[in-house]
C-alpha cells in the first residue's frame, strides 16, 4: 500500500474538504454561489451529507436529478423558485442520459444562475467534471477548485468483498453503479493495488451483471465466462450454479439460434444446485429452464421437468410456480391434442392464482428472475387464459374462448411478453372474423400492426400512420416464455433503462420515420426565436400525421430551447379545441403525479385530495401558457389535420375565437404554433390573417418564411427508408431488390410517394418477399398494390366483398380521377343496406385507402391518392364485371317497376317542378339532361296546373341543358397552376404554361405531344403564331422563349429587366410582343431580334393586342391606361380605362373593346369616343371578372367571375345576337368543373371550342353547341 492513501491520510484529507464546504455554505448564506464537490463513491457521498447537516446549521435541501432530465436551471427553478433555501446540493448528475445536453444547456443560461439567493452544491464523480469541464466551461467558472472526498485502499477492497458476498447470496442486494464499479477498479490501479483472483472473479461477475441489465450480453457472456473459469478450478459449487445461470438467461435472450446453449448451462445449473444438496435454489431456477424447452417445443422434456418440478413446488413453492407448472402441464397436452386436459390444467393455474391469500408473497418470490411484470395483474394469467381459449376452440366453445382471449388480453401487455400478445390477438381476430364480426375482426388486426410497428417487427405500416417506436430490449426473447428470462436482478434492473434509452426512442423513431432531414429543420424552427408559426403542407399520403406523431413528437420530447423543457401539446380533434388544449397542458388531469405536474408547468397542489379543476376556457389556457414561460418551459402546440376545423365550424363566427386565441398565443414569449393541413385547404388559412390582427408575423400567414413544405421521397432518401426500416425489424430485403423496387416506385417522376412505399413494402413483408427474383416472380409492384387492396376488400368480411369492391369503383371515374362522393351518393348507386355500407366505408377508411372529407352538408368520401385508380379500374376487370351486373339487376327493376305502376300522376305540385329545375341546374351532362327532361314531362303532364312562371323556368333549363355547352376533355399533367394557354390556328393543337416551369403542346384529344423545359421561373404566358409553326412562352425569369412546333429550343429573349407577363404574336406572323412588369412592350423579328422597347406604361403590362392588319398595337397596364401604337412603335393615343383587364381591337381596326373586371365592356372608336357600353352581368356589387376571352369574330365572349360573396368562381360564356358594334344581347351559360381558380380562358379560331387554365393543375375543353344561342 503506497503511503499517500493510508487510512489516517485520506480521513484527515476528507476532513478537510469537509470543513471548507461547510464554511462556504455558511458563507454564501443568501447570495449565489457554485461549489463543486468530487466524489465516486455514494456511500461515501451518503456518509459526507450526514456530517454536513450535524454541522451547519441552515437548511440544507437536496435535488435528486432524474435519468431523463433535460436541463439543470430549469429543473431548480421549478423546485425551490417558490420555496427558497439556504442551500442546494444537487445530485445525480452521473445518472442523467443526455448529460452533454444537460450540461450545454446549462452553459447557455450561466448568467440567470446568479439571481438564485442560495449557494449550490454540484456532487460530480470524476467522469461527469471532465465532461462539465469540456461542455460547460463558462459555467465551470462559478465555482473554485473543486473539493474532494476519497475512500482508503482498505475500504474500496472492502467495498469490493462486501458487494461480492451479497451478489453471491442475493443478486438482488447487489447495489453498485457501473460507473461507480469502474472507479473502484480504477482507483485501485492507480495506487497500485493488486486484486486477489477470487476477488477479480467476483468482480467479473459483478460486471457481467451490469452489462446484463443493460442488454449488453456479449459483453455479459466475456464477464460470466471468465468469473466461470475461476470458480470451476476452486470448486465452488455455489458460484458456479450462479453464473451457469445467468449464461443461460443471456444466451436465451440473444436469439433462437442460442437456445441449445441456454439450455445447455441451465441443465448445468439445476445438476450444480443438486449435487450441492440446495433444493431451494433448484426450486427456485427449474421454470427457467422450462421456458427454454418451451421455446424448442421439446414437449417431452418439458413434461417430465414438469413433474419434477410439482413435487419440488409442493413441499418449496408459491403459488405462482405451483400455477406456472400447471401452465406448462397445459401447454404440454394443447399440443399434444388432448384438448380436455389442457382445458383443465389451464383451469386450475387459473384456480390456484385466484384462492391464494398469498398471492403478493408468491409475486415477489417469482418477481425474482420475471423483472418486467407488472405489478396489478396476477402472474402469467394472460398466458395460461390463452391456452384455456385455445382448449376451448377446438372443443367447440366459441364463446367462451372469446372471453377467455378477451381476458387474456386484458392480462398481457406488449412490453411483458410481446410475442403472447400479438398470438392472443390474431387468436381473438380470426374467431371474430369466423363469428361474423369483421368490425371487431379489422380493429383488432389494425392494433396488431401497430403494435408490431411499434416494437420493431414490422418494418412498413402499409397505408396506415407511423407510430413512435418503443425500444426493444431484448426481454421479450423470440418466442413465448421470454418474459422470465431477464434474470433475476430485481424489478429496477430494466426500469433502470427506461430512462436511459429515451433519446435512442427518439433517435430510432425519428430514423424509421425517413423523414429526419424534415424532423431536423422542423425542430431547428422551434429553436429559432424569429419563428413562432410553423404551416405544414402537403398532399394527402405524404405523411404527414406521421412524421408529427411519430417524428417531431419524441424529437421535442428529448429537446431544449435555451435551457428550457420542451412542452409539446398535440391536437388532432376540433368538436372541442379548448378541452383538448386543456388536456394536452394537463389542466383537466386530476389528480396530477408530480411528473406530470413539472412537465406540463402545472402548479404542484398540497392536497392531491382536495384538488379542484380550473374552470376550462381560452382564458384558462393562455394563463396557463403564461404560467410555462414564467417556468422556463418552452411550449410547443401542434395542431394536425387542420383543415378539419374549417369542416366542423362551418360559419366565420364560430371560427374567430381560434383566431383570437391563435393570435394571442403567437404573442406570448417561448409559446410555438405548428399547423398542418393538407395542401388543397392551404388557402383556408387566409380567413384568419383577413379578420385577426397578427403583428408577429405581420398578417402573412402565407409567406415562405412560414410555411413548410412536405413533398415525396427521392430515390435516393427512399433508399435510405428502407434499410432503416429493414433493419431495425430485421426484415432484410437484398439490394438488388432495393435498387429495383426503388426505381419501379419513382416511375417517370422520379419521385417515391411515401404511402405507395409503405403498402407496397407491408405486402413485400407479408408475402415475404426478400429477393430480387421472387420480387419479378411476384409481378412487381403493381400486382402488390392490387394485392393490398384484395387483403383491405377481404378484411370486410365474405359477403361484403362485392359492396366493398364496387365502393372502390365507384371512387373512380372514367377519366382516371378521384371523384367526391357523399355516402347518399354510394348508397343511392349501390341500392345496399346502412349497416354494411357503414362497415365498408370504415374499414376502407380506417385501412388508409379511403378519405373521409368532412364537407356540409353531408362528409364525402375520396380514394387517397390518384395512382390507387389505375389498380382499381384497369387491373381489376371484377370491378368492371361487377358494376355491369349491377346495371343490369337495376334496369331488371326498372322494367319490373314499370309494368307495376301503369298509371303515373296526372297532376304535379308547382314546388316538384322548382326542385326539378334546381337539380337540374346542379347537375353536370347526361344527369342534368335527365334531371331536366324529366321536368319537361311533368310539366307536359300537368300543364294547366302549373304557373306560367315555373313552365318558363322549366322550359329554358330545358334548352340549356339540351344545347348548352359540354366538356370535351381534360388535360391533365402539369404539376403546378396553368396559368396561360392558347389554340393554334386550326384549333387542333393546344399549348399551356404553367408555375411548374414548363410548356405543355397538347392535342384536343388530350395526348400531350411535348414537355418544353428551359425556363427558371413559372411560365406566364403562350402564343401561338399564326402559321401554327412556332411557339412563344413568356415567364417570371424574365425571358421569353421562341420554340419550333416540334419543341426545340429557337431562341431566348433576354431584354425585360421584370417577370414577362404577356406575349402575342401579331396577326401576319411577323412580328412578336412581349409585356412585363418593368412597365414596358418590346417588339421582336420572329427570329428573336428586338426591334424596339415601347416605354410608356406606368404599371405593368397585362394585356396586348394587334388589329387584324396588324398595322396597331394596344396594351393596358395595372395603372388603368390602354396605349395604342403602330406597329413601328409609335404612341397614337392614351386612353383611361377603371379595372381594364383586357384590350381588343376590333374586326374592322378602327374600334376597340375594352373589358374591365366590373363586368363592363366598352366599345370605343379610334378616337377614343365611346360607341356603346354592355353589362355582362348584374351582380357586379358582389362579383368581379379575372380574366376575359373573346372568339375569332368577337360574337362570344367568355370571362371568369370571381363571386366572392358566395366563394365561387365560375367560367360564364355569353353569346351575342349580332355583330360587335350593333345592339348586343347576351345569352348566359356557366360552366363549373375546375377544383380552383381559373387563370386563363382561349377560344379556337373558329369559336367551337373553348379552353381553360387552372389552378387545379389542368386545362379543360369545352364544345360550344351550335345551338347554344336560342333564337327569342
Not at 400447471?326 to 399434444?336: I, P, R, W
Not at 367526391?820 to 345496399?832: P, Q
Not at 384497369?874 to 334496369?891: D, G, H, M, V, W
Not at 386563363?1240 to 347554344?1268: C, E, M, Q
Amino acid at each position: 500500500m503506497t503511503d499517500s492513501y493510508r487510512a489516517e491520510d485520506v480521513v484527515s484529507e476528507n476532513e478537510r474538504s469537509l470543513n471548507t464546504l461547510v464554511r462556504s455554505l455558511t458563507r454564501f448564506q443568501g447570495r449565489f454561489s457554485l461549489i463543486l464537490v468530487r466524489c465516486n463513491y455514494a456511500s461515501l457521498r451518503d456518509r459526507i451529507l450526514q456530517q454536513v447537516r450535524e454541522r451547519c446549521s441552515i437548511q440544507i435541501r437536496e435535488l435528486n436529478l432524474l435519468e431523463s432530465a433535460k436541463t439543470l436551471y430549469t429543473t431548480i427553478v421549478n423546485e425551490f423558485g417558490e420555496q427558497p433555501t439556504d442551500a442546494l446540493m444537487v445530485l445525480g448528475l452521473e445518472s442523467v442520459v443526455a448529460l452533454d445536453d444537460l450540461l450545454a444547456a446549462t452553459n447557455k443560461v450561466r448568467d440567470q444562475f446568479s439571481s438564485f439567493p442560495f449557494p449550490v452544491v454540484l456532487w460530480v464523480t470524476d467522469g461527469v467534471f471532465k465532461k462539465l469541464v469540456r461542455v460547460a466551461p463558462d459555467f465551470r467558472t462559478w465555482a473554485g477548485p473543486p473539493l474532494q472526498f476519497t475512500l482508503p485502499d482498505e475500504e474500496l477492497t472492502g467495498l469490493l468483498r462486501q458487494q461480492a458476498e451479497q451478489v453471491f447470496a442475493d443478486e438482488s442486494s447487489f447495489t453498485l453503479e457501473g460507473d461507480e464499479l469502474e472507479a473502484v477498479e480504477q482507483d485501485l490501479q492507480t495506487r497500485g493495488q493488486e486484486l486477489d483472483p477470487e476477488l477479480k472473479a467476483s468482480l467479473a461477475f459483478m460486471r457481467g451483471l451490469i452489462h446484463e441489465r443493460c442488454n449488453q450480453l456479449d459483453a455479459a457472456l466475456d464477464c460470466y465466462q471468465h468469473s466461470l473459469a475461476f470458480w470451476q478450478q476452486n470448486s465452488h459449487l455455489h458460484q458456479q450454479g450462479l453464473i451457469s445461470l445467468h449464461l443461460g438467461l443471456v444466451y436465451y435472450r440473444k436469439s433462437e439460434q442460442n437456445w441449445q446453449e441456454s439450455r445447455n448451462y441451465l441443465q448445468r445449473c439445476l445438476d450444480i444446485f443438486e449435487s450441492a444438496q440446495r433444493s431451494d435454489l433448484v426450486a427456485k431456477y427449474i421454470s427457467q429452464l422450462g421456458k427454454v424447452l418451451r421455446g424448442l417445443e421439446d414437449w417431452e422434456s418439458l413434461h417430465n421437468l414438469t413433474q419434477k418440478a410439482l413435487a419440488l413446488h409442493q413441499n418449496r413453492g408459491s403459488p405462482s410456480q405451483l400455477a406456472e407448472d400447471y401452465g406448462f402441464l397445459a401447454e404440454v397436452a394443447l399440443k399434444n391434442n388432448r384438448w380436455q386436459e389442457a382445458n383443465q390444467w389451464a383451469k386450475q393455474a387459473l384456480e390456484i392464482l385466484d384462492n391464494s391469500s398469498n398471492v403478493e408473497e408468491g409475486r415477489r418470490d417469482y418477481l425474482v428472475g420475471h423483472s418486467n411484470l407488472t405489478e396489478d395483474k396476477p402472474l402469467n394469467c394472460g398466458l395460461y387464459h390463452f391456452i384455456l381459449a385455445k382448449s376451448q376452440q377446438e372443443l367447440d366453445e366459441i364463446q367462451n374462448a372469446i372471453s377467455n382471449l378477451d381476458k387474456a388480453r386484458d392480462k398481457t401487455q406488449p412490453h411483458q411478453d410481446l410475442n403472447l400478445y400479438l398470438e392472443i390477438l390474431a387468436k381473438l381476430r380470426s374467431l371474430y372474423f369466423d363469428q361474423g364480426k369483421y368490425r371487431e375482426a379489422f380493429y383488432l388486426k389494425l392494433e396488431q400492426r401497430e403494435v408490431e410497428s411499434q416494437y420493431g417487427l414490422r418494418a412498413f405500416i402499409g397505408a396506415g400512420r407511423l407510430q413512435p417506436a418503443v425500444v426493444s430490449r431484448g426481454e421479450w426473447g423470440r418466442g413465448r416464455g421470454g418474459e422470465g428470462m431477464v434474470g433475476s436482478l430485481g424489478s429496477s434492473a430494466l426500469s433502470r433503462v427506461t430512462a436511459e434509452e429515451q433519446v435512442e426512442i427518439a433517435e430510432s423513431t425519428v430514423a424509421v420515420s425517413g423523414r429526419q432531414q424534415d424532423v431536423e429543420r422542423l425542430i431547428n424552427r422551434v429553436n429559432r426565436p424569429d419563428c413562432k408559426l410553423t404551416v405544414i403542407y402537403g398532399q394527402s399520403g405524404v405523411g404527414k400525421s406521421s412524421i408529427l406523431q411519430a417524428g417531431l413528437l419524441p424529437a421535442l420530447e428529448v429537446n431544449y430551447f435555451e435551457g428550457r423543457d420542451t412542452v409539446p401539446v398535440f391536437v388532432d380533434v376540433y368538436t372541442d379545441w379548448v378541452e383538448e388544449l386543456g388536456n394536452g397542458l394537463g389542466i383537466n388531469s386530476t389528480p396530477l403525479t408530480e411528473d406530470n405536474q413539472s412537465c406540463r408547468g402545472i402548479d404542484s397542489l398540497a392536497d392531491e385530495n382536495s384538488i379542484v379543476k380550473p374552470q376550462l376556457n381560452q382564458q384558462t389556457i393562455l394563463e396557463q401558457l403564461r404560467q410555462n414561460e414564467h417556468r422556463h418551459l418552452l411550449t410547443v402546440l401542434i395542431f394536425d389535420q387542420f383543415e378539419e376545423f374549417f369542416f366542423i365550424y362551418k360559419e366565420q363566427a364560430s371560427r374567430q375565437p381560434f383566431y383570437e386565441f391563435f393570435g394571442k398565443c403567437l404573442e406570448i414569449p417561448y409559446i410555438k404554433v405548428i399547423l398542418s393541413l393538407r395542401q388543397d385547404y392551404l388557402h383556408y388559412l387566409l380567413e384568419c390573417a383577413r379578420t385577426t390582427k397578427l403583428p408577429i408575423i405581420d398578417s402573412d400567414i402565407l409567406s415562405k418564411n412560414i410555411i413548410y413544405h412536405l413533398g415525396n421521397f427521392s430515390q435516393e432518401d427512399a433508399k435510405s427508408v428502407i434499410q432503416s426500416l429493414t433493419e431495425r425489424s430485421q426484415f432484410y430485403l437484398e439490394p438488388a431488390l432495393v435498387d429495383e423496387l426503388v426505381k419501379d416506385l419513382a416511375g417517370e417522376v422520379g419521385e417515391v410517394r411515401p404511402i405507395e412505399l409503405q403498402i407496397v413494402g407491408a405486402q413485400l413483408q407479408t408475402e415475404g418477399i426478400t429477393t430480387l427474383e421472387q420480387y419479378r416472380a411476384s409481378g412487381t409492384k403493381d400486382e402488390l398494390v392490387k394485392q393490398f387492396l384484395e387483403e383491405v376488400v377481404k378484411d370486410c368480411g365474405s359477403e361484403n366483398e362485392k359492396i366493398a369492391t364496387l365502393v372502390l369503383y365507384l371512387l373512380t371515374d372514367e377519366n382516371n380521377t378521384r371523384p367526391l362522393k357523399t355516402r347518399a351518393d354510394l348508397e343511392l348507386e349501390l341500392e345496399v343496406t346502412d349497416e354494411k355500407l357503414n362497415l365498408v366505408l370504415e374499414i376502407l377508411v380506417e385501412s388508409g385507402i379511403v378519405l373521409r372529407v368532412p364537407a356540409s352538408p353531408a362528409e364525402r368520401y375520396q380514394l387517397v391518392h390518384d395512382y390507387l385508380v389505375s389498380f382499381i379500374r384497369t387491373q381489376n376487370p371484377e370491378s368492371a364485371r361487377l358494376i355491369a351486373e349491377l346495371e343490369r339487376e337495376r334496369e331488371q327493376r326498372r322494367i319490373s317497376e314499370a309494368k307495376m305502376n301503369q298509371v303515373l300522376q296526372e297532376k304535379l305540385l308547382n314546388s316538384e317542378l322548382i326542385n326539378l329545375v334546381l337539380s337540374s341546374a346542379q347537375n353536370r351532362e347526361l344527369d342534368r339532361v335527365l334531371s331536366a327532361l324529366k321536368a319537361g314531362i311533368k310539366l307536359k303532364q300537368s300543364i294547366e296546373e302549373i304557373p306560367e312562371e315555373t313552365q318558363l323556368s322549366v322550359v329554358t333549363e330545358l334548352n340549356n341543358a339540351v344545347y348548352g355547352v359540354r366538356e370535351l376533355n381534360r388535360l391533365e399533367g402539369h404539376s403546378g397552376s396553368v396559368t396561360s394557354l392558347s389554340f393554334s390556328s386550326k384549333g387542333k393543337l393546344i399549348v399551356s404554361g404553367s408555375e411548374d416551369k414548363t410548356v405543355k403542346l397538347w392535342n384536343i384529344e388530350g395526348s400531350l405531344l411535348a414537355t418544353l423545359v428551359g425556363h427558371n421561373g413559372s411560365v406566364t404566358s403562350v402564343s401561338f403564331s399564326p402559321d401554327g409553326k412556332l411557339l412563344a412562352s413568356g415567364s417570371k425569369d424574365k425571358t421569353v422563349k421562341l420554340w419550333n412546333i416540334d419543341g426545340s429550343l429557337l431562341a431566348t429573349l433576354e431584354s425585360h429587366r421584370g417577370s414577362v407577363t404577356f406575349v402575342i404574336f401579331s396577326p401576319d406572323g411577323k412580328l412578336l410582343a412581349s409585356g412585363s412588369e418593368d412597365k414596358t412592350v418590346k417588339l421582336w423579328n420572329c427570329d428573336g431580334t428586338l426591334i424596339k422597347t415601347l416605354k410608356d406604361h406606368q404599371g405593368s403590362v397585362k394585356s396586348i393586342s394587334f388589329s387584324p392588319d396588324s398595322k396597331l398595337l394596344a396594351s393596358a397596364d395595372t395603372s388603368d391606361t390602354v396605349i395604342i401604337w403602330s406597329h413601328k412603335g409609335e404612341k397614337l393615343r392614351t386612353i383611361d380605362e377603371d379595372g381594364i383587364i383586357s384590350v381588343i381591337l376590333a374586326v374592322d381596326t378602327q374600334n376597340i373593346v375594352l373589358a374591365n373586371k366590373y363586368f363592363s365592356l366598352n366599345f370605343l372608336d379610334i378616337n377614343d369616343n365611346l360607341i356603346k357600353k354592355e353589362l355582362l352581368s348584374t351582380r357586379s356589387f358582389y362579383s368581379k371578372i379575372t380574366t376575359l376571352s373573346f372568339n375569332n369574330d368577337k360574337k362570344i365572349v367568355s370571362f371568369v367571375e370571381d363571386n366572392f360573396r358566395l366563394s365561387t368562381k365560375k367560367i360564364i360564356i355569353n353569346k351575342s345576337r349580332s355583330l360587335v358594334l350593333s345592339n348586343l344581347g347576351y345569352t348566359r351559360k356557366e360552366l363549373d368543373g375546375h377544383g380552383d381558380s381559373v387563370n386563363s380562358l382561349s377560344f379556337s379560331f373558329d369559336g367551337k371550342l373553348l379552353a381553360s387554365a387552372s389552378k387545379d393543375n389542368t386545362v379543360r375543353i369545352w364544345k360550344i353547341s351550335s345551338n347554344f344561342f336560342l333564337p327569342y
